[in-house]
Nanobody
Framework: VRLVESGGGLVQPGGSLRLSCAAS????????MGWYRQAPGKQREFVAS???????NYADSVKGRFTISRDNAKNTVYLQMNSLKPEDTAVYLC??????????????WGQGTQVTVSS
């Protein structure tokens, strides 16, 4: 099983980015898909998650600005980020909880994609 993120980059304050994370492998189901972020010198923090039943959770710092969604047929999770602020600058990591494949069951992390918000 692999998680591959894409969509990061450099954006000006107030701008938007859309992150994608595709899970590949012989996947049967994924319980929760989500995003975390880690800025230099800081601990990894939760950003957003979406369960298989579409229940969503967001960190207070991104509520109203970020939207998480998933495409179960593609085993892909998205993070639409609007009204970006310099404090959103971080490496964004994809996470899955309760991923069941033909050979395994567990939690997985992607390698991360850099998001930089700067003028």
């Amino acid at each position: 099983v692999r998680l591959v993120e894409s969509g990061g980059g450099l954006v000006q304050p107030g701008g938007s980015l859309r992150l994608s994370c595709a899970a590949s492998g012989r996947i049967l189901s994924i319980n929760v898909m989500g995003w975390y972020r880690q800025a230099p010198g800081k601990q990894r923090e939760f950003v957003a998650s979406i369960a298989s039943g579409s229940r969503r959770n967001y960190a207070d710092s991104v509520k109203g600005r970020f939207t998480i969604s998933r495409d179960n047929a593609k085993n892909t999770v998205y993070l639409q980020m609007n009204s970006l602020k310099p404090e959103d600058t971080a490496v964004y990591l994809c996470n899955t909880v309760g991923l069941r494949s033909y050979s395994d069951y567990g939690d997985y992390w992607g390698q991360g994609t850099q998001v930089t918000v700067s003028s």
